[in-house]
Nanobody, 119 residues
């Protein structure tokens, strides 16, 4: 069973860069056919898809966040990364790592990590 664990700073100042790590176990980010996504949930709001990297390394982004977001991976560490620049208070949210099998529709979630953007 795929397990996902997010990590990163809990507090970021406005205009700074956010870097989050998703460590994957129980599956391979290269050989298992999943879309490895970042999804966030601001307080009191619904889930927002940020973007994903596929098992072959293609990346897709939400149009509204594309200009500030980069998703990358380290295949040797079986890890997926999120980088978001120029953080704003409205980026405050719980950030989740997610794995979705496009053929099986099997889905896994990390526990999430709280990110607060505040000076």
């Amino acid at each position: 069973q795929v397990q996902l664990q997010e990590s990163g700073p809990g507090l970021v100042k406005p205009s700074q860069t956010l870097s989050l790590t998703c460590t994957v176990s129980g599956g391979s980010i290269t050989t298992d056919y999943y879309y490895w996504s970042w999804i966030r949930q601001p307080p009191g709001k619904g889930l927002e898809w940020i973007g994903c990297v596929t098992n072959i390394g293609n990346t897709w982004y939400s149009p509204s966040l594309r200009s500030r977001t980069s998703i990358s991976r380290d295949t040797s560490k079986n890890t997926v990364y999120l980088q978001m620049v120029n953080l704003r208070p409205e980026d405050t949210a719980v950030y989740y790592c997610n794995a979705l099998g496009p053929l099986t529709q099997r889905q896994y979630w990390g526990l999430g990590t709280q990110v607060t953007v505040s000076s």
